[in-house]
C-alpha cells in the first residue's frame, strides 16, 4: 500500500515538472508583452557602493516603442568626499554636513533598436525620461569627544568640530532624517538598455547612461568645499521584473 502512495506521488510529481517544463518551452523566444514591472539597484559616479533604487512601470505603445513612469530613490554625494576611520574602527566622513537623497519620478519612452534572437542573445533599446527631483537635505551626524569623558552627537560643524581624532563614528541610522529641508528640481537622462534572458515573463537587463539633476538652491553637503546646485553622473542599474 505504501509502495503504490509513493508511486501515485512521484507520478503526480513527474507530470507537474513536465507542465512547468513546457511551459517555460512555450514562453521561450516569446517576448510579446503589453505591461513590465522592474525593480533595480544602481551605481553611479555621484553614489556610493550603491548609489539608489528604481522601480518602473512600462506600457506597449507599439512594437517597437515603450512608455514607462518611474520612481528613483538616489544618496548624492559630493565628489570631495573622503572616509576615515576612527580610533574606535568606526568610519565616517570628515567634513561632510549633510546628506541628499533625491527622489526623481519619472516618465520617458523606450524605442526597441535590436531584438534578441529566439532563445539567446541580447536585446539593445535606447531610452530617455524626465521628471521633477524632490531633494531632501538631511543633517549628518557624528560623535564628537568634547573631552576624555564626554561624547556629543550632533550635526557636523566645521567651527565647532575642528579636530578630525576627536571624532568618534557617525550618529545612529537615519538619525536628523526629521530635521531635512526640501530643495525641488528637476532631472533628465538618456541610456541604453541590454536586456538579457529567453522568456517572456521575466526580464533581466543592464542599464547604462547619463543623468544631469538641479536644485532651485544650492546643497550644503561639505561646507568647506564647493557645493553645487546641479548635477551629473554616468550610471548603470542592475534591474530585474516580470511582464504580461
Same mark, same amino acid.
Given at each position: 500500500?505504501?509502495?503504490?502512495?509513493?508511486?501515485?506521488?512521484?507520478?503526480?510529481?513527474?507530470?507537474?515538472?513536465?507542465?512547468?517544463?513546457?511551459?517555460?518551452?512555450?514562453?521561450?523566444?516569446?517576448?510579446?508583452?503589453?505591461?513590465?514591472?522592474?525593480?533595480?539597484?544602481?551605481?553611479?559616479?555621484?553614489?556610493?557602493?550603491?548609489?539608489?533604487?528604481?522601480?518602473?512601470?512600462?506600457?506597449?505603445?507599439?512594437?517597437?516603442?515603450?512608455?514607462?513612469?518611474?520612481?528613483?530613490?538616489?544618496?548624492?554625494?559630493?565628489?570631495?568626499?573622503?572616509?576615515?576611520?576612527?580610533?574606535?574602527?568606526?568610519? $565616517? =566622513?570628515?567634513?561632510?554636513? &549633510?546628506? @541628499?537623497?533625491?527622489? *526623481?519620478? +519619472? !516618465?520617458?519612452? %523606450? #524605442?526597441?533598436?535590436? /531584438?534578441?534572437?529566439?532563445?539567446?542573445?541580447?536585446?539593445?533599446?535606447?531610452?530617455?525620461?524626465?521628471?521633477?527631483?524632490?531633494?531632501?537635505?538631511?543633517?549628518? $551626524? =557624528?560623535?564628537?569627544?568634547? &573631552?576624555? @569623558?564626554?561624547?556629543? *552627537?550632533? +550635526? !557636523?560643524?566645521? %567651527? #565647532?568640530?575642528?579636530? /578630525?581624532?576627536?571624532?568618534?563614528?557617525?550618529?545612529?541610522?537615519?538619525?536628523?532624517?526629521?530635521?531635512?529641508?526640501?530643495?525641488?528640481?528637476?532631472?533628465?537622462?538618456?541610456?541604453?538598455?541590454?536586456?538579457?534572458?529567453?522568456?517572456?515573463?521575466?526580464?533581466?537587463?543592464?542599464?547604462?547612461?547619463?543623468?544631469?539633476?538641479?536644485?532651485?538652491?544650492?546643497?550644503?553637503?561639505?561646507?568647506?568645499?564647493?557645493?553645487?546646485?546641479?548635477?551629473?553622473?554616468?550610471?548603470?542599474?542592475?534591474?530585474?521584473?516580470?511582464?504580461?
Amino acid at each position: 500500500m505504501i509502495s503504490i502512495r509513493i508511486k501515485f506521488i512521484l507520478a503526480l510529481f513527474f507530470v507537474a515538472s513536465f507542465s512547468e517544463v513546457l511551459a517555460q518551452r512555450e514562453d521561450a523566444g516569446n517576448y510579446e508583452y503589453d505591461k513590465e514591472f522592474i525593480f533595480g539597484l544602481n551605481k553611479n559616479t555621484n553614489g556610493g557602493l550603491i548609489g539608489g533604487l528604481m522601480f518602473k512601470v512600462g506600457t506597449r505603445i507599439s512594437d517597437e516603442q515603450f512608455s514607462f513612469f518611474a520612481v528613483e530613490l538616489a544618496n548624492v554625494k559630493n565628489p570631495k568626499e573622503v572616509r576615515y576611520n576612527t580610533v574606535l574602527g568606526n568610519s $565616517y =566622513i570628515f567634513g561632510k554636513s &549633510n546628506y @541628499l537623497y533625491s527622489i *526623481r519620478p +519619472q !516618465y520617458g519612452r %523606450e #524605442v526597441i533598436l535590436f /531584438r534578441k534572437a529566439p532563445n539567446q542573445g541580447v536585446q539593445v533599446s535606447a531610452l530617455a525620461a524626465v521628471g521633477p527631483s524632490i531633494g531632501l537635505i538631511a543633517p549628518y $551626524y =557624528i560623535e564628537y569627544a568634547v &573631552n576624555r @569623558l564626554e561624547t556629543v *552627537r550632533e +550635526q !557636523y560643524n566645521p %567651527e #565647532v568640530h575642528q579636530s /578630525r581624532f576627536n571624532i568618534l563614528g557617525t550618529g545612529r541610522l537615519f538619525e536628523g532624517l526629521g530635521e531635512s529641508q526640501l530643495a525641488i528640481g528637476a532631472n533628465a537622462k538618456a541610456a541604453i538598455n541590454l536586456e538579457f534572458g529567453v522568456f517572456r515573463s521575466n526580464v533581466t537587463g543592464l542599464e547604462l547612461g547619463y543623468m544631469i539633476e538641479g536644485f532651485n538652491k544650492e546643497i550644503p553637503l561639505i561646507p568647506t568645499a564647493e557645493n553645487r546646485q546641479f548635477f551629473q553622473a554616468a550610471y548603470f542599474t542592475f534591474y530585474y521584473g516580470f511582464r504580461k
